[in-house]
């Protein structure tokens, strides 16, 4: 298995700031992605985290707005900029060993945008 | 497009009852279905995948290709099986996922 850590756990920002997330894996993972989860809605994929290269974003979302790093096999982070109420979610880290195997979760990161 | 529909928000049902959470998909290329369970303050896990047609904690889930589903069951509820079930459609070799809305399960003494 692989352990999920994400930071913060939550937050309240103010409208036009910019928050980082950063996940953290106990191993190294192949494959990392960011999810965020609307209000009573289910999870959506923002994007592939790529190690060493430009994260592949899903339609409508734009790096512009959810800029990604991942610098190793074991760490990434996501931007959420020049926020909005409408940023207002829950982020999901999540990472998978290998192609085809189980992907794990954070615990989420709790964002409201004032 | 790739979907998944999971058409009830919230299944009631007395311990002790048979439980069907539905989930249908739709996905032009070979799929690759999960269910996946969050427990009250707990992170999202993997339940089960359909690719290894095992029962985890009695449930069990079978891909029909010709209805494209794959519903969850289990013959008898417990109250710890209490939670939010989200099926999902794995693409991509299987990583990259694609959600339902979800099922909130509310199994009652």
Redesign the interface.
């Known amino acids: 298995s692989a352990v999920i850590s994400q930071k913060p756990s939550r937050d309240i920002c103010q409208r036009g700031t910019s928050l980082t997330i950063q996940c953290q894996v106990d191993s190294q993972v192949t494959m990392m992605f960011w999810y965020r989860q609307q209000p009573g809605q289910s999870l959506t994929l923002i994007a592939t985290a790529n190690q060493g290269s430009e994260a592949t974003y899903e339609s409508g979302f734009v790096i512009d707005k959810f800029p990604i790093s991942r610098p190793n096999l074991t760490f990434s982070t996501l931007t959420v900029s020049n926020m909005s109420p409408e940023d207002s979610s829950i982020y999901l880290c999540s990472a998978n060993r290998d192609t085809n195997t189980e992907a794990f979760f954070g615990q989420g990161t709790r964002l409201t945008v004032v | 497009a790739q979907r998944v529909t999971q058409p009830e928000k919230l299944l009631s049902v007395f311990k002790g009852a048979p439980v069907e959470l539905k989930c249908n998909y739709s996905y032009s290329g070979s799929p ?1 279905l ?1 269910w996946y369970v969050q427990y009250s303050r707990q ?4 339940l089960l ?1 359909h690719i290894s047609r095992e029962s985890i904690k009695g449930f069990t889930a079978d891909l029909n290709k010709g209805e494209t589903s794959f519903h969850l069951k289990k013959p008898f509820a417990q109250e710890e099986d209490s939670a939010m079930y ?1 099926c999902a459609l794995g693409t991509r ?10 099922t909130i399960l509310r199994v009652k003494s």
């Open positions: 690759e999960f992170r999202l896990q993997l995948r989200y070799g299987g990583n990259k996922l694609v959600f339902g809305a979800g």
